[in-house]
């Protein structure tokens, strides 16, 4: 049964990374500024899904998660009155992305709290298997 625990934890391990990858790119994009002709730069959102149930899980069928797709936010933005921008229009606005730090941020240590849960379910699935095999040998 500690395989199965191994595929699980390292489908999370996948789809954490993937959603702390997108967190990154839209924290880097957070002032990206494009002229109001253009869309502004899109928030990526990771979709996830499970793969199999707990009842799979437990007779060490299929079981974690998976990256689904990726989803992207409102591309109009927020227009920003900013005359002294060389990409500013007639009117002195520009188009930023409609990207809050604070939820970003929010969801970066969500992420990686995922992550570093998923990581101690490996270490300590390795733990009882490296126990299990010395079982023997003490004898």
Known sequence: MLFPSFQTASSGLGVFRTWMDAVSDNMANLDTVRPTSGPAFQ???VVASSIGDGQQAITGGP????VTGIA???AAGRLVSDPTNPLADANGMV???D???GDQMTQLMIAQRGYQA???VIDRARDAYLQ???IGRSA
């Open 43 to 45: 928030a990526r959102f």
């Open 118 to 120: 998923n990581l101690s």
């Open 95 to 97: 188009r930023y992305p």
């Open 132 to 134: 299990a095999l010395s």
């Open 99 to 101: 990207i809050d730090m």
């Open 72 to 74: 992207y936010g409102d």
């Open 63 to 66: 079981a974690g998660a998976t």
